[in-house]
């Protein structure tokens, strides 16, 4: 029977609080800059809207260009929620955490079984067209502050609590979303992805597996609305255009569409390379261009994947070496064939 | 009482009658073939069959309950799995992963489960990758159970569609045109599988077939179609010698 503390868990795990503690010891000592530290928690909402995207463009193989609208949806219910309720400032977060998911999910729910019939072009339409309409949306509800956005949202008391925060929270999104495409309901994603005749041949209901991805997608796209919410306490129509769907698109692909580990890399380097280059003031956004380029570029070269593929050989072999485990027992060949 | 009873079943496309009025009975544990020329309407019948297509007219019975017109999804839960005339694999996901898929509407654990790894799932998934390494067994794949399935051999692909189909457990097993693209050997080699599948899983058999060696030396009876209708039918090696089968697959004269 297996177990969910074993060797190689802790191992993650330990990794995942070493880069924790070396971040924020980096924060609390002051080495790194304000606008360093501010990425970190920016980097963290992205990693989520990446990976949510990744769900629905890498895993189901649809093409959403609207996921900014669930990020909005999602950052606007918990927004509103902070803004309007007086707790504490913990039960305040998770609770706005899990208003902005729900909510978003909701509306990821409904889109999702209106569009149900529509694939490839067309689902990019609507979802295109459904992300401006919530824009226009919020813009004209007094409530949330129209054109002039949602000011006042509690923020984090400082940057590392802000971090740590959002860190926690891409972790549980990471395990959840390995968990999901690891089980049999992430198979039959791909699957459809594959071959969506042959995954109804088999008895699977595909308008049910889309319509869960959608759902969950923009639980975690909303979640990640929510983060940003508090990141930057007031919430404005044009911070979720469609550029921001665009953006976030071209970190699933250069991600490699379907990659956990690809999303959040593609993710991390994105939102830092502006951020990063800031020094080359002028020129920031033409060597942002240019190596994005380069990225996509280099990235399907077929000697670059090739070299990838031995190097992750290579340490597939390594980790093999040191993990000595004893070989699963082949089950006996029932087969006539041979 | 038969495992599969079809009648008049039929089917149009705008003016086109592409199947008409045909009707078989499918005795349990049965080796059963449809041969007829390419475009006799023989993958028609199996896409009528698995819900791809509904009739237009006639009805089709598994175990005496009426299918007709019901999705592929519910037909296949009811007991009829296929495979496809050109191959539709999961392309990018590994060989035991391709029959995971298959085994999906057996396994219990719901997505809470999954989501939290309960004891349920680690319990579910253990019991059937061992299933699945069973069939893959059966099929001479096990070696090849993490490799890409774009990546197999083409006659293994074959081998691997079957595979998934039987991981359905279904009652009635359709194969279209199994043996196409196979070498003499390999084709062999399925003959053998087949009847080996048949006798471990006591399973009924409908396939389609161009390779005549293939459909005299497995298939008990057999439905020749040409343009829609049924030309002759009955034990293989009467059917396949009547005058008007031999007409349509050769010509006159």
């Known amino acids: 029977m297996k177990s969910i503390i074993n060797r190689k868990n802790i191992t993650r795990l330990a990794v995942a609080v070493a880069i924790w503690a070396v971040i924020a010891l980096l924060m609390a000592t002051g080495i790194m800059s304000r606008s360093l530290q501010s990425l970190t928690i920016k980097i963290c909402y992205y990693v989520m809207l990446t990976l949510s995207l990744d769900l629905i463009v890498g895993y189901l193989g649809d093409l959403s260009l609207g996921h900014a609208a669930f990020y909005a949806v999602g950052g606007y219910a918990g927004g509103a929620f902070a803004l309007y309720t007086n707790l504490p400032f913990i039960p305040t977060f998770i609770l706005a955490l899990l208003i902005g998911g729900v909510v978003a999910a909701i509306v990821g729910f409904l889109i999702s079984k209106s569009i149900l019939k529509l694939r490839g072009d067309y689902l990019a339409i609507v979802t295109l067209a459904f992300g401006e309409f919530i824009r226009s949306f919020v813009k004209i509800i007094r409530g949330l502050g129209g054109t002039k956005g949602l000011i006042g949202i509690e923020s984090y008391s400082?940057?590392?609590?802000?971090?740590?925060?959002?860190?926690?929270?891409?972790?549980?999104?990471?395990?959840?979303?390995y968990n999901f495409t690891h089980s049999r309901y992430g198979r039959a994603v791909t699957a459809i992805r594959d071959n969506a005749i042959a995954v109804e041949s088999v008895g699977i209901d595909i308008k049910k597996m889309k319509v869960l991805v959608f759902t969950i997608s923009s639980f975690i796209a909303g979640m990640a609305g929510v983060l940003f919410g508090f990141y930057k306490t007031t919430l404005n129509p044009s911070d979720f255009t469609y550029n921001l769907s665009i953006e976030v698109l071209v970190m699933?692909?250069?991600?490699?569409?379907?990659?956990?580990?690809?999303?959040?890399?593609?993710?991390?380097?994105?939102?830092?390379?502006?951020?990063?280059?800031?020094?080359?003031?002028?020129?920031?956004?033409?060597?942002?261009?240019?190596?994005?380029?380069?990225?996509?570029?280099?990235?399907?070269?077929?000697?670059?994947?090739?070299?990838?593929?031995?190097?992750?050989?290579?340490?597939?072999?390594?980790?093999?070496?040191?993990?000595?485990?004893?070989?699963?027992?082949?089950?006996s060949s029932g087969g006539v064939s041979k | 009482m038969s495992l599969l009873k079809v009648q008049n079943l039929g089917i149009t496309f705008g003016g086109l009658k592409a199947v008409d009025n045909l009707s078989l009975e499918i005795e349990k544990n049965e080796l059963y073939g449809l041969i007829g020329p390419n475009g006799a309407g023989k993958t028609t019948v199996f896409n009528m069959l698995t819900g791809v297509y509904k009739p237009t007219t006639g009805e089709f019975f598994l175990n005496g309950e009426n299918l007709t017109g019901k999705s592929s999804i519910e037909i296949n839960r009811k007991g009829i799995a296929r495979t496809f005339q050109n191959i539709r694999l999961f392309g990018k996901m590994t060989v035991a992963d391709n029959v995971m898929v298959g085994l999906y509407n057996q396994m219990h654990y719901n997505l809470v489960d999954g989501l939290l790894r309960?004891?349920?799932?680690?319990?579910?998934?253990?019991?059937?990758?061992?299933?699945?390494?069973?069939?893959?067994?059966?099929?001479?794949?096990?070696?090849?159970?993490?490799?890409?399935?774009?990546?197999?051999?083409?006659?293994?692909?074959?081998?691997?569609?079957?595979?998934r189909a039987l991981a359905t457990s279904p009652k009635l097993l359709l194969l279209d045109e199994p043996a196409a693209g196979m070498n003499p050997n390999e084709t062999a080699e399925l003959m053998k599988t087949i009847r080996f599948v048949r006798e471990k899983f006591d399973m009924t058999i409908l396939l389609i077939e161009h390779d005549m060696k293939l459909v005299m030396g497995i298939c008990e009876r057999v439905t020749v179609l040409n343009f829609g209708t049924e030309l002759a039918a009955g034990k293989t090696s009467v059917a396949l010698n009547n005058p008007q089968v031999i007409k349509a697959y050769l010509g006159d004269d």
């Not at chain 1, 590392?160 to 395990?175: D, E, H, K, R, T």
Request: glycine share 6%; net charge positive.
């Open chain 2, 118 to 163: 309960s004891p349920k799932y680690f319990a579910d998934e253990k019991e059937f990758s061992k299933r699945a390494d069973e069939l893959l067994a059966v099929f001479d794949l096990y070696d090849d159970r993490d490799t890409l399935a774009s990546n197999l051999p083409y006659g293994k692909q074959r081998k691997l569609e079957i595979a």
């Open chain 1, 158 to 177: 400082s940057r590392i609590v802000g971090f740590s925060l959002s860190y926690i929270v891409v972790l549980l999104v990471i395990i959840a979303i």
């Open chain 1, 252 to 331: 699933v692909v250069l991600g490699g569409m379907g990659s956990i580990r690809g999303s959040v890399i593609a993710s991390v380097v994105i939102v830092a390379l502006p951020e990063l280059l800031r020094g080359a003031s002028d020129y920031r956004m033409l060597i942002y261009a240019v190596a994005l380029i380069a990225m996509m570029m280099f990235k399907s070269n077929p000697k670059l994947v090739k070299y990838t593929e031995r190097l992750g050989a290579a340490v597939d072999n390594l980790k093999k070496s040191l993990t000595r485990k004893a070989v699963s027992d082949k089950p």
